[in-house]
């Protein structure tokens, strides 16, 4: 708790503050103080020592206050878990399934982030990386795939109404700005006969985080780099959540919202599949979530899975 408020106290400040300062702000010994400091270094937060005092380098992180605020205004998920620095917060989700309850795990900083077919994804702070857990959704095996539209459009949605900026969705889970990879969606999820036990949804938004040439196939973008200016990632988050709890279980809505922003519907694409490679024209998706590809033949092609290429044309 100790943490907490120092935390608090050093983000809401914009010059060094002295340990003397800080323990008689919040009623602690000097000792309590510097120890807590270092606890917070250990977990990452990058807090300058001086011989004046402490000073927070770099103010764009969480605390707990924050996600509590956000809580306040939803109900399916009961709690945010906050993390400095995890594996994945996909891993970290595993681990709390046994709870039984809707929760999002939310990480500053990703080692081992990881997107669609186990490919590596870069987790640097400043980005937004979390997991939704939903135990037990009331869907069957089939109705799964709508998870993975909403996800993708709220993501999208939050970015719009937040930043007004003009994000689209790129089949199947590809957020983009401007043509380039902003944000992706990667669904797990365990079926017992034909209900779901849980799924996993890992949401991963380039934010105030620097970003690679390339992701995967494309270009990749962040939201300060499409802005020119550093956003708050709080405000992001908390209409992400709302969005999702609004749209949740909306299947009709969902991939009618879907399809109205989709950069991919319309266009000449190549699709990668496990087994072939297929080129033609993305005309719709069916009642299914497949996308119904349509090829030079005239032969039209539902497709459940792969990798989608958006052609020049």
Not at 243 to 267: A, C, H, Q, R
């Amino acid at each position: 708790m100790q943490e907490e408020k120092i935390l608090k106290f050093l983000k809401e400040s914009h010059q060094i503050i002295s340990g003397e300062t800080i323990a008689k702000a919040l009623n602690i010994s000097r000792v309590s103080v510097w120890k807590a400091i270092k606890k917070l270094k250990e977990k990452g937060y990058p807090i300058k020592t001086t011989k004046k005092g402490y000073f927070l380098e770099d103010k764009d992180f969480f605390i707990e206050e924050d996600l509590n605020k956000i809580l306040e205004k939803i109900s399916l998920f009961k709690k945010i878990y906050l993390f400095p620095e995890t594996t994945s917060t996909m891993d970290v989700a595993k681990s709390h399934i046994e709870k039984g309850e809707n929760a999002v795990f939310l990480a500053e900083r990703q080692t081992k982030g990881r997107g669609r077919l186990g490919r590596s994804w870069e987790s640097q702070r400043g980005g937004l990386w979390l997991t939704l857990l939903l135990y037990k959704p009331p869907l069957n095996l089939k109705e799964a795939f709508f998870l993975n539209y909403l996800s993708s459009l709220v993501t999208a949605k939050a970015m719009i109404e937040t930043f007004n900026l003009p994000a689209r969705l790129k089949w199947p889970n590809d957020v983009l700005l401007f043509g380039k990879k902003v944000a992706g969606v990667l669904l797990e999820i365990k079926a017992e006969v034909d209900s779901l036990e849980y799924a996993l949804i890992g949401i991963g938004i380039n934010v105030n985080n620097p970003v690679l040439e390339k992701k995967f196939m494309i270009p990749a973008i962040s939201i300060k780099e499409a802005i020119g200016q550093e956003v708050d990632r709080a405000s992001l988050l908390e209409k992400l959540l709302i969005n999702f709890e609004t749209l949740y279980l909306k299947k009709k809505e969902i991939l009618n919202l879907w399809k109205e922003f989709s950069e991919t519907l319309g266009k000449e694409v190549k699709i990668l599949t496990s087994s072939s490679t297929l080129i033609g024209l993305a005309l719709d998706l069916d009642e299914e979530g497949r996308l119904l590809l349509k090829t030079k033949e005239g032969e039209i092609i539902p497709i459940s899975s792969g990798d989608c290429l958006h052609l020049r044309t």
